[in-house]
């Protein structure tokens, strides 16, 4: 059984990282979704928030892709949240130059901890490239409309935080 993990903060999940997801159903045959507890970044909503998102934008993805999708928070190492799903393949998305530059480095590290997990890289949609959970954010905190960029159940979530 080939397990991927797709990690991060998802705060929130954004219609770029379900493309994402979704696009990472036809890689393998479990999903791990690895909701990361970043305490640096301050999210904006709490774990239990983010898995909640997670697990029920996913639900309707597994069903229709047939492939098994979970949610998996985490605050170790990313290699070690691969090793403790049984994930061979680490999933993470680009939206632009700046993004490969960080994940590179990543890449390196990850591999010299674990030359047996594979990092496989899928580019953000064309018209998915400019979202990302922090402007999301910004736009919802300052009155705008979201509903491009996230599914309406998210949306409902970020009028209710910013009212």
Do not use: W
């Not at 190492?77 to 939206?95: E, K, M, N």
């Amino acid at each position: 059984m080939r397990i991927g993990l797709y990690p991060g903060t998802f705060d929130p999940v954004t219609i770029g990282h379900l493309d994402i997801i979704e696009r990472a159903t036809v890689l393998v045959d479990r999903l791990v979704i690895g909701v990361a507890i970043n305490r640096d970044k301050g999210p904006l909503f709490s774990l239990e928030e983010r898995v909640a998102m997670i697990e029920a934008e996913c639900a309707k993805l597994s069903a229709k892709t047939g492939v098994e999708i979970c949610a998996h928070p985490f605050e170790n190492l990313l290699i070690d949240c691969a090793r403790d799903v049984g994930a061979q393949i680490i999933i993470r998305g680009l939206r632009a130059v700046a993004d490969f530059e960080y994940e590179f480095q990543m890449v390196g590290m990850n591999r010299a901890l674990d030359a047996g997990i594979e990092t496989v890289f899928l580019m953000a949609e064309a018209r998915h490239q400019a979202i990302a959970s922090k402007l999301v954010k910004e736009i919802a905190r300052l009155g705008g409309d979201v509903s491009k960029f996230v599914s309406p159940a998210v949306k409902e979530a970020l009028i209710a935080r910013f009212g």
